[in-house]
């Protein structure tokens, strides 16, 4: 079997740097955008991988290439770039991240006006002009712009949403762990001027990420102990380009990406605004269950930010995400924000009077399985077709990949997006059986 | 055929965005920066529109090779020519069209010198560029780019080892310049001042496009001339758009031809130099200065590239063509049209001559150049005729072929750039050059 180590798809353009992911690819990929896209300004953001750099004049040269005006934001979250090409009504945007992967790799993000990314078929039509090669190259290439401080715009529009006076009256001790990511120059001033007192680990940007950027508990030893032992009243992780969020409670004890979405949406519904919501197929029953006694209608997406922040203007929902640590406030923008989630947390803090770990408490209790399991992409289709007539008494849905619903227990299996692997999720009410389902679902494979 | 890329050694030249965009220049700078395996890449550009965008798409493609970027930003290709002949870099990138009319532009290589790349060296980069076999650095050894100022102190310091500043100071020249709204604007004003020069300037607005051909030939020199005329200077010059080339005009604002600037600076040079390099298609007046001041004259190939290459290999310090080009070796490995006007100051002060008093003893030569349109397959079989039709006048091969006879001489050789024979002809008066020229015109059309 083969794994490319570079993958176009509508999802952005993603390869290893060194390997796949050539000048000449980024370049031509910027190219098909700023031919898409027709013009006017696109902004540039960056993670901090070392190979920003490369990528960025890539992009940059692309971009003019094709008569558009490239901006340079720097170093920049990706909530932030969504934010700011919506606020200032620029004609597109590209994001230098590779997200939660490892440091090698790296990729482009698009995102189109309104601060949103590409709808699947206007990616599908972005791909069709990549593959052509027909862009629409200009003799008079415009220059590259600059703005030295465009995470301003997004901190203001969360501290317009934000309950500031709640959240200083409680002064919260906080430690958070961008990774060294993206969000390693803001975070912390940005939790100061929520009034936090603030600990920060992992901030400094040394070129390699101090940690696996996923933002999942067996990353977080650092974070965890520095909670502990700091006494702080949470912990927040983010990954690599700050779009998720994982919090710690106060013993140190990372809640859960599930959990941390499940009390961000719970606040919200029980404190902001009554309002449906909205996430992917992947995400765990808890949130259910926080939309039912809150008696607000709930849906589900196929997996992606986009799909859901569709769906959630769609159904007019003002609160929703992923199960992975998006979480998505209408308010502030149809983006997953992990800024936007540690405010939110924050509140609840606040209001709540309660610890952090209490609060998790609260939450129903399932037992939740994430897994990979490496594949070829031919594969992955006849897998999931056995899979749905194994299961066939269960409630089959195919929205994306697989879902089965049985009373007790659900589990979710598709293709990922971004590498050659079958995402396989199974939640049950108890671990026995989410492990004896996560074992019939594997003997297929 | 004309929207073609030109590959040699002196660029990768063509229109933009019809032959040269940004694939084909990454793919350049990936294929030179593979080839220069290590090290650090000194980058610059001019001031066309299209040359940043190049200049990222180079520098992205240097970083991924694992080498180092080193932006100079804004600058004429000779400062860059300058600086590398006494930094080491490994190599250098100059975004810069040259003398080439918009929509032209060309990502011109340079080596570890500052000197245009050897036919050898550049043909070693060409079959990296076919093979697409590019060096991929991982991510931890990607090249880091920096951007840094040009030291212009250092460069005028340079040059004040070879002109007698304290003179031209005195001299307090009146100088007129047409800088083409080229890259060498922002440092006219310094080089003015380092020399006591009331300095009037036109066309030197670096946002603004040319003005007019960026070639310093005398069709162009109209504003200068009455420039000069209106402020009385002393003396008027037109630079390109990179600043290699440089024509002058008189205090009586008269366009002198561009094939005047390498015997003008011949004669400046005097006693300080042994050997000029010069080509077959460039006119007699840099033979008749040679013999003036008594030193030899070699004759090469056409080009920046083979000029300082054939003077390296000869020991000539200095050469030229009659585009208004000179280098000086123990400066830079390039032509430079500042150090030119320098050498030109040098001479009027030292002379305490006005310009035209000194062009007064140059004799008169009638020269004409001329584009013949021929089928490119056609090329070589027209030029296999008139090597046979003039054998028994023992033409020399160097490029083309180059004819002398009593009182005239012509060159004619296929262009590299396009599909044309370039007829050059010079002769002691027009009659003689019109008749050679319709016997030659009348042969290849036999």
């Given at each position: 079997m083969r794994i490319s180590d570079l993958k176009v798809s509508i999802s952005g353009i993603r390869g290893i740097v060194g390997k796949g992911l050539t000048p000449q690819l980024l370049m031509k990929f910027s190219e098909a955008f700023a031919t898409f896209i027709g013009g006017g300004t696109i902004a540039v953001g960056s993670d901090t991988r070392p190979s920003a750099e490369m990528v960025k004049y890539a992009v940059f040269s692309g971009i003019l290439s094709c008569g558009a005006t490239?901006?340079?934001?720097?170093?920049?979250?990706?909530?932030?770039?969504?934010?700011?090409?919506?606020?200032?009504?620029?004609?597109?945007?590209?994001?230098?991240?590779?997200?939660?992967?490892?440091?090698?790799?790296?990729?482009?993000?698009?995102?189109?006006?309104?601060?949103?990314?590409?709808?699947?078929?206007?990616?599908?039509?972005?791909?069709d002009l990549y593959?052509?090669?027909?862009?629409?190259?200009?003799?008079?290439?415009?220059k590259i712009e600059k703005e030295p401080n465009p995470f301003e715009l997004h901190e203001k529009r969360i501290f317009q949403f934000a309950d500031i006076d709640l959240i200083r009256r409680k002064r919260p001790k906080v430690v958070v762990d961008p990774c060294g990511g993206a969000a390693a120059p803001f975070?912390?001033?940005?939790?100061?001027?929520?009034?936090?007192?603030?600990?920060?680990?992992?901030?400094?940007?040394?070129?390699?990420?101090?940690?696996?950027?996923?933002?999942?508990?067996?990353?977080?030893?650092?974070?965890?102990?520095?909670?502990?032992?700091?006494?702080?009243?949470?912990?927040?992780?983010?990954?690599?380009?700050?779009?998720?969020?994982?919090?710690?409670?106060?013993?140190g004890n990372p809640i859960g990406e599930e959990n941390t979405l499940a009390l961000a949406v719970d606040y919200y519904l029980s404190n902001k605004k009554k309002s449906p919501v909205v996430v992917n197929l992947s995400t765990s029953k808890v949130l259910e269950d926080v939309a039912r006694k809150s008696g607000v209608s709930f849906f589900r997406s196929k997996v992606g930010e986009i799909n859901v922040s569709r769906k959630m203007v769609q159904v007019g929902a003002k609160i929703g995400g992923e199960g992975n640590g998006g979480i998505i406030a209408a308010d502030v923008h149809t983006c997953r924000d992990s800024f936007t989630g540690m405010v939110l947390l924050l509140e609840l803090l606040a209001w709540s009077g309660k610890r952090?770990?209490?609060?998790?408490?609260?939450?129903?209790?399932?037992?939740?399985?994430?897994?990979?399991?490496?594949?070829?992409?031919?594969?992955?289709?006849?897998?999931?077709?056995?899979?749905?007539?194994?299961?066939?008494?269960?409630?089959?849905?195919?929205?994306?990949?697989?879902?089965?619903?049985?009373?007790?227990?659900?589990?979710?299996?598709?293709?990922?997006?971004?590498?050659?692997?079958?995402?396989?999720?199974?939640?049950?009410?108890?671990?026995?059986?989410?492990?004896?389902?996560?074992k019939k679902i594997k003997e297929d494979l | 055929m004309n929207d073609r890329v030109r590959?040699?050694?002196?660029?990768?030249?063509?229109?933009?965005?019809?032959?040269?965009?940004?694939?084909?220049?990454?793919?350049?700078?990936?294929?030179?920066?593979?080839?220069?395996?290590?090290?650090?890449?000194?980058?610059?550009?001019?001031?066309?529109?299209?040359?940043?965008?190049?200049?990222?798409?180079?520098?992205?493609?240097?970083?991924?090779?694992?080498?180092?970027?080193?932006?100079?930003?804004?600058?004429?290709?000779?400062?860059?020519?300058?600086?590398?002949?006494r930094e080491p870099f490994s190599g250098g990138v100059s975004i810069s069209g040259g003398h080439n009319p918009l929509p032209w532009n060309a990502v011109v290589l340079l080596n570890e010198e500052g000197a245009y790349?050897?036919?050898?060296?550049?043909?070693?980069?060409?079959?990296?560029?076919?093979?697409?076999?590019?060096?991929?650095?991982?991510w931890k050894n990607l090249g880091a780019a920096a951007e840094r100022d040009f030291p212009v102190e250092l460069y005028l310091k340079e040059m004040s080892k070879w002109v007698n500043v304290q003179r031209i100071r005195e001299s307090s020249f009146k100088v007129v310049g047409d800088l083409c709204n080229?890259?060498?604007?922002?440092?006219?004003?310094?080089?003015?001042?380092?020399?006591?020069?009331?300095?009037?300037?036109?066309?030197?607005?670096?946002?603004?496009?040319?003005?007019?051909?960026?070639?310093?030939?005398?069709?162009?020199?109209?504003?200068?001339?009455?420039?000069?005329?209106?402020?009385?200077?002393?003396?008027?010059?037109?630079?390109?758009?990179?600043?290699?080339?440089?024509?002058?005009?008189?205090?009586?604002?008269?366009?002198?031809?561009?094939?005047?600037?390498?015997?003008?600076?011949?004669?400046?040079?005097?006693?300080?130099?042994s050997k000029v390099m010069t080509t077959v298609a460039t006119s007699s007046w840099?033979?008749?200065?040679?013999?003036?001041?008594?030193?030899?004259?070699?004759?090469?190939?056409?080009?920046?590239?083979?000029?300082?290459?054939?003077?390296?290999?000869?020991?000539?310090?200095?050469?030229?063509?009659?585009?208004?080009?000179?280098?000086?070796?123990?400066?830079?490995?390039?032509?430079?049209?500042?150090?030119?006007?320098?050498?030109?100051?040098?001479?009027?002060?030292?002379e305490g001559k006005r310009l035209s008093e000194i062009m007064a003893p140059f004799p008169e030569y009638y020269m004409e150049k001329c584009k013949i349109e021929v089928p490119p397959e056609m090329t070589y079989k027209v030029m296999d005729k008139l090597e046979k039709v003039y054998a028994k006048e023992s033409p020399d091969f160097t490029d083309g072929i180059r004819v002398e006879r009593k009182c005239l001489w012509f060159n004619i050789r296929p262009s590299t750039t396009e599909f044309i024979l370039r007829l050059i002809l010079e002769g002691e008066t027009e009659s003689l050059v019109k008749s050679a020229k319709a016997e030659i015109i009348e042969r290849i059309e036999e």
């Open positions: 490239p901006l340079d934001l720097g170093i920049l979250p990706i909530p932030s770039l969504q934010i700011y090409t919506k606020e200032k009504k620029l004609e597109g945007a590209i994001s230098i991240t590779a997200s939660h992967n490892p440091v090698e790799w790296n990729a482009l993000k698009l995102i189109k006006k309104g601060g949103v990314f590409l709808y699947p078929y206007e990616a599908e039509e972005l791909l593959y052509q090669g027909k862009f629409r190259r200009v003799d008079n290439p415009s975070v912390k001033k940005f939790l100061e001027r929520l009034g936090a007192e603030v600990i920060c680990v992992n901030c400094e940007i040394s070129g390699e990420f101090p940690r696996n950027p996923e933002p999942l508990p067996e990353n977080l030893n650092l974070l965890c102990e520095a909670v502990k032992t700091s006494g702080a009243d949470i912990g927040f992780a983010q990954d690599a380009d700050a779009d998720r969020l994982a919090a710690i409670d106060e013993k952090f770990s209490e609060l998790k408490e609260d939450l129903p209790q399932y037992h939740m399985i994430k897994e990979k399991v490496n594949i070829s992409f031919r594969e992955g289709k006849r897998i999931l077709s056995k899979l749905a007539e194994k299961f066939k008494d269960g409630r089959v849905d195919f929205t994306d990949g697989v879902r089965v619903d049985y009373p007790d227990f659900w589990f979710h299996v598709r293709p990922s997006n971004t590498e050659p692997v079958l995402r396989i999720i199974v939640e049950a009410l108890e671990e026995g059986l989410a492990n004896m389902i996560l | 590959i040699t050694v002196s660029g990768i030249r063509g229109k933009v965005p019809q032959s040269l965009n940004v694939d084909i220049a990454s793919k350049f700078a990936s294929a030179f920066a593979s080839y220069l395996d290590e090290g650090r890449v000194a980058g610059c550009r001019d001031s066309r529109f299209s040359s940043h965008m190049l200049e990222m798409a180079v520098c992205s493609s240097v970083l991924a090779a694992g080498l180092d970027y080193i932006d100079f930003g804004l600058l004429p290709t000779p400062f860059l020519q300058f600086l590398m002949k790349l050897e036919p050898f060296e550049g043909s070693e980069v060409f079959n990296i560029y076919e093979s697409g076999d590019f060096k991929k650095a991982s080229g890259a060498i604007s922002p440092f006219i004003g310094v080089f003015g001042e380092f020399f006591n020069c009331k300095l009037v300037t036109v066309n030197d607005d670096l946002g603004k496009p040319f003005p007019h051909p960026p070639e310093p030939s005398i069709e162009h020199a109209g504003q200068v001339e009455a420039v000069v005329k209106a402020t009385d200077a002393d003396i008027g010059f037109l630079i390109n758009s990179d600043s290699s080339r440089i024509s002058f005009v008189s205090e009586k604002g008269k366009g002198l031809s561009e094939e005047l600037t390498l015997p003008l600076c011949i004669f400046s040079l005097q006693g300080k130099i840099a033979d008749w200065a040679a013999g003036r001041i008594g030193i030899d004259v070699h004759k090469t190939k056409v080009g920046q590239s083979a000029v300082i290459h054939m003077m390296g290999a000869e020991n000539a310090e200095v050469g030229g063509e009659g585009s208004g080009s000179v280098a000086f070796s123990p400066f830079s490995s390039g032509y430079d049209a500042l150090l030119s006007l320098a050498f030109l100051l040098d001479l009027m002060s030292k």
